[in-house]
Nanobody, 125 residues
C-alpha cells in the first residue's frame, strides 16, 4: 500500500508563502499526484496536479499564477509552492496518488486511490 505524508503547512499572513511537501513511501514516477484542499464548511476541491508520464501540470483557476507544483522522483516527493496566499486558501491540504498508466493528471478526486492525512494551512488577513 502506497503511503503519503504531507508536511509544510502552518500559519501564514496574506501575501505570504508556504511550501507543502508530499513524501511517498516508495517509488512514484509513474503516478499522477494531486493536491486537494478542504476549506472550512466546504467539500474537498482539487488544487493542482502533476502527471507521471510527462510532468505536465494542472491548476484550478483560483490558484493559477500563484501556486506551482513540482516533483522530485529521486526523493519520492511532490511539492506545492504557494505564493501570494489569500485567506481563502485556508484549509486542510491533502496529496493523493493515482497510478495513471500514461493518463494525464486531473484534479478530480475520484481518480486518486491513495491519500495522505493532510496538513493544515491557515492564512490570516
Amino acid at each position: 500500500q502506497l503511503q503519503l505524508v504531507e508536511s509544510g503547512g502552518g500559519l501564514a499572513q496574506s501575501g505570504g508563502s508556504l511550501t507543502l511537501s508530499c513524501v511517498a513511501s516508495r517509488f512514484i514516477p509513474f503516478y499522477n499526484i494531486g493536491w486537494f484542499r478542504e476549506a472550512p464548511g466546504k467539500g474537498l476541491a482539487g488544487v493542482s496536479c502533476i502527471s507521471g508520464s510527462d510532468g505536465s501540470t494542472g491548476y484550478t483557476e483560483a490558484v493559477k499564477g500563484r501556486f506551482a507544483i513540482s516533483r522530485d522522483n529521486a526523493k519520492n516527493t511532490v511539492y506545492l509552492q504557494m505564493n501570494s496566499l489569500k485567506p481563502e486558501d485556508t484549509g486542510r491540504y491533502y496529496c493523493a496518488a493515482d497510478l495513471a498508466e500514461n493518463r494525464l493528471c486531473a484534479t478530480d478526486r475520484n481518480e486518486y486511490e491513495h491519500w495522505g492525512q493532510g496538513t493544515q494551512v491557515t492564512v490570516s488577513s
